[in-house]
């Protein structure tokens, strides 16, 4: 075992206890926020921080090999998926109604005289006649 | 029954012929994309028996005949206006904020008192192409703290903005995210709008 080796180790140990550090820290964030909203941030420590930390630390572990191949598409597939279901969550609550609690002193963005009189169905997807 | 499944599969067939006459370009895309499919296969197989090899050219061919079908539905495609030496100097910039908003969310998260400040609110989009408002979205999705809610311009957007949903809000963020979506338009190829439509 030389160096270099024992470096890589111990360096993608490092990688993998942080990665594994921030999903947790989601975890705790999911329990401790207090609403829908707070809580759907909190994943989204373990979605971007813990994905990319666990996966450079086991392409460390893999080496030059096909694994790591395996690993880095996988890892850029969680990196397009992961904030699309993130957003189809929270769009999904938006239009169910579920309202997030503004701060004091803020309101929120939306205008609401347009939710009564427009017809326009939002969701329609481009293109594809009903 | 089964002559009219017959004829539906003769059907299906015709209509890709039809839509591989409109043009050679098509054919090779499709060519292109095949071999790129059965790369892949091989790729993350990994085991090169001739029954699992057969498997997957099996799978390629129904997928090329699935995707042809769906073209032939909407035709619609992804377009790439994307410069690609910018993309990974996004990237780059996109992990430095990452592992910002991560820090600032970690510590919100473990501290005794909760700090929390919820606010949506609508930030403008001028990135043109699809594919770079898409990753505009992801982007601000991705960094934890931010959420994109709605972007198709309808009951809660007027056109050109996204609706944002942040954690703890300051008053910084909104030139933060107009920082982020300055930087996807310098990664657009110019005149991208026009493929977009």
Not at chain 1, 105 to 123: F, V, Y
Request: hydrophobic letters at 50%; aromatic letters at 8%.
């Amino acid at each position: 075992m030389n160096i270099l080796s024992i470096l890589n180790e111990a360096l993608s140990w490092i990688l993998i206890l942080s990665g594994a550090f921030f999903v947790l820290i989601g975890a705790i964030g999911t329990v401790r926020f207090p609403d829908f909203w707070s809580r759907l941030h909190a994943a989204s420590v373990s979605d971007s921080a813990g994905i990319i930390l666990l996966f450079l630390g086991m392409a460390m572990q893999a080496g030059f090999s096909l694994i790591a191949v395996k690993l880095a598409i996988i890892g850029a597939f969680l990196f397009i998926t992961g904030p699309t279901a993130t957003h189809a969550t929270a769009n999904a609550a938006l239009v169910s109604g579920l309202r997030p609690k503004e701060a004091e002193g803020l309101t929120a963005a939306e205008p609401s005289h347009k939710s009564k009189n427009s017809k326009k169905d939002p969701h329609k997807i481009k293109g594809v006649k009903p | 029954m089964r002559s009219r499944t017959i004829h539906s599969v003769f059907h299906n067939l015709y209509l890709i012929e039809e839509y591989a006459a409109q043009g050679s370009g098509a054919d090779l895309k499709r060519i292109i994309t095949a071999l790129a499919m059965m790369g892949l296969w091989l790729l993350m197989s990994g085991i090169y028996e001739p029954m699992l090899v057969g498997y997957g050219v099996v799978s390629v061919l129904l997928v090329s005949w699935v995707m042809a079908r769906m073209d032939r539905v909407d035709g619609d495609l992804l377009h790439w206006h994307i410069k690609p030496f910018a993309f990974f100097k996004y990237q780059a910039w996109l992990m430095g904020e990452i592992a910002k908003a991560n820090w600032v969310v970690t510590r919100n998260i473990l501290s005794p008192n909760l700090h929390l400040r919820q606010h949506m609110f609508a930030v403008p989009v001028t990135a043109e192409s699809d594919i770079a408002q898409v990753m505009f979205a992801n982007s601000i999705t991705l960094t934890p703290g931010t959420i994109t809610i709605e972007t198709e311009p309808g009951r809660f957007t007027e056109p050109g903005r996204f609706l944002v949903h942040a954690l703890d809000y300051t008053d910084a963020d909104p030139a933060s995210i107009a920082e982020m979506d300055r930087r996807v338009v310098a990664c657009e190829t110019a005149r991208a709008g026009e493929g977009a439509a």
